[in-house]
């Protein structure tokens, strides 16, 4: 089992930033296979379905962005301390919404960009951004 705990959301001002964190432990994760885990990011906005904004590959050499965020978030992995983490800079209040950081194995260095491709997830971090 793998447990995912993001942590860093809160409530800033239009054109602020923030910086989340999520956190990888578990059984089956370890300073070594953590390194085998492709990692994403989503978000999931009131009313609104949960949607993908970034993700990585195992390694790190491989990113994605959604349209949305292109330009203004930045994901980066230690693979070192088992974390991903999700730089968010010129915030705006459409960014309002519930950050999810998910899991998933993988073989190559590809990213997942669509929800059933990660098996784990954490239980979200709220962003919230003021006008």
């Known amino acids: 089992q793998v447990q995912l705990v993001e942590s860093g959301g809160g409530l800033v001002q239009a054109g602020g930033s923030l910086r989340l964190s999520c956190a990888a432990s578990g059984r089956t994760i370890s300073t070594f296979t953590f390194s085998t885990f492709a990692m994403g990011w989503f978000r999931q906005a009131p009313g609104k379905e949960r949607e993908f904004i970034t993700g990585?590959?195992?390694?790190?050499?491989?990113?994605d962005y959604a349209d949305s965020v292109k330009g203004r978030f930045t994901i980066a992995r230690d693979n070192t301390r088992n974390t991903v983490h999700l730089q968010m800079n010129s915030l705006k209040p459409e960014d309002t919404a519930v950050y999810y950081c998910?899991?998933?194995?993988?073989?190559?260095?590809?990213?997942?960009?669509?929800?059933?491709?990660?098996?784990?997830w954490g239980q979200g971090t709220q962003v919230t951004v003021s006008s």
């Open positions: 990585i590959s195992r390694s790190g050499i491989t990113t």
């Open positions: 998910a899991a998933r194995f993988s073989g190559d260095n590809k990213v997942a960009v669509t929800l059933q491709e990660y098996p784990y």
